[in-house]
């Protein structure tokens, strides 16, 4: 257990071993639910092919991978006991190629994750303005009325609908919501 301790806390993996503590921390923290912080996607992982998941995803993965190969980069060049200088060199060297097999790894995992994470965004009634509907109810006047509407995804809802009175709308009518009437919740309509 002490060769273990001496190389996580050795050149160069003691560089990754505490933001590998920090990591864990951090999850240890998000699985207790006493922290609830998400930080989005950077832009800069965008050029990376790590953009569209949580920060906090890929850089974990990142941070495991890289400690890891420093580890075991460290344990290997340890035991060639090459002199100082050239350990020195070569722990540099085992630093680049674990962030690049971190970068990897993290990709590896941002890309199906991706899905997960497609930004829909939230709905808003907003976004029934200039769509379709079907009236519902028998009549639709000033201060009354229901109909049908169809969302992007395919979800339908059933809205309150007014109109203006100068044309008749009843059951079963396509009108078309041109406005949102935020004090009174209404969509205003107008036959289609």
């Known amino acids: 257990m002490d060769d273990f301790v001496d190389a996580a806390l050795s050149f160069p993996a003691a560089v990754f071993s505490f933001l590998l503590a920090a990591v864990l921390i951090?999850?240890?923290?998000?699985?207790?639910?006493?922290?609830?912080?998400?930080?989005g996607d950077l832009d800069v992982g965008d050029?990376?092919?790590?953009?569209?998941?949580?920060?906090?995803v890929t850089a974990s993965v990142l941070v495991v991978v890289s400690w890891f190969v420093t580890l075991a980069g460290g344990v290997v060049t340890a035991a060639l006991d090459l002199?100082?200088?050239v350990s020195i060199l070569l722990?540099?060297?085992?630093?680049v190629v674990a962030v690049l097999a971190g970068l990897f790894a993290a990709r590896l995992v941002a890309v199906p994750l991706r899905k997960l994470y497609?930004?829909?965004?939230?709905?808003?009634?907003?976004?029934?303005?200039?769509?379709?509907?079907?009236?519902?109810?028998?009549?639709?006047?000033?201060?009354f009325g229901q109909a049908e509407v169809s969302a992007l995804d395919g979800s339908t809802a059933i809205v309150q609908v007014r109109q203006s009175g100068?044309?008749?709308?009843?059951?079963?009518?396509?009108?078309?919501?041109?406005?949102?009437?935020?004090?009174?919740e209404f969509f205003w309509v107008a036959p289609a």
């Open 26 to 39: 951090y999850w240890l923290l998000v699985l207790l639910g006493t922290l609830d912080i998400e930080i």
């Open 91 to 95: 722990g540099i060297g085992v630093l």
């Open 118 to 143: 497609a930004p829909g965004g939230e709905a808003s009634r907003s976004d029934f303005v200039g769509r379709e509907c079907v009236i519902r109810t028998g009549r639709v006047t000033g201060e």
């Open 166 to 184: 100068e044309h008749q709308l009843a059951y079963g009518n396509r009108a078309l919501i041109f406005d949102y009437d935020m004090d009174g």
């Open 83 to 85: 002199g100082s200088l």
């Open 47 to 56: 050029g990376l092919g790590l953009g569209g998941v949580p920060v906090t």
